[in-house]
């Protein structure tokens, strides 16, 4: 099973990917492919469509669109399942020390990270990150 782990704007330029690739790569997860990225409003808007009708749409996709990002593809038999537990809920305010969102999470948007919530979002989002179908 494969799932997308993506450091965030504000993570990417606040200089903390090389800090949790690091963390990925000790916690073991295999890391198959990882590249920077940034996303144009279209894409971002296609990303993000299960929020679309929500307020903070307009505002997720402006914050995704300003500034790189670095998408990992993770591999592993329970990937999706296992890189939500080591991220830690959307809100670092309620994380877990040692979770990537308590350790760098600023907000509910500005938390560091984005993971795959299932096996479907996974194959969705790493298509349009990584290619392919």
Do not use: C, W
């Amino acid at each position: 099973m494969h799932t997308l782990l993506m450091l965030k704007p504000d993570t990417v330029e606040n200089g903390h990917a090389g800090k949790i690739i690091d963390l990925v790569i000790q916690n073991r997860f295999r890391i198959v492919d990882l590249r920077m990225l940034s996303f144009d409003r279209p894409t971002a808007e296609r990303f993000y469509d299960m929020h679309r009708s929500r307020d903070f749409f307009p505002d997720l996709v402006a914050y995704m669109t300003s500034g790189p990002v670095v998408a990992l593809k993770i591999e592993g038999p329970e990937a999706v399942e296992q890189i939500r537990a080591f991220i830690g809920p959307t809100d670092p305010a309620k994380a877990s020390p040692g979770s990537l969102r308590y350790m760098y999470g600023i907000s509910i948007q500005n938390n560091a990270v984005h993971a795959s919530d299932s096996p479907e979002s996974a194959k969705k989002e790493l298509a349009i990150v990584f290619g392919g179908s």
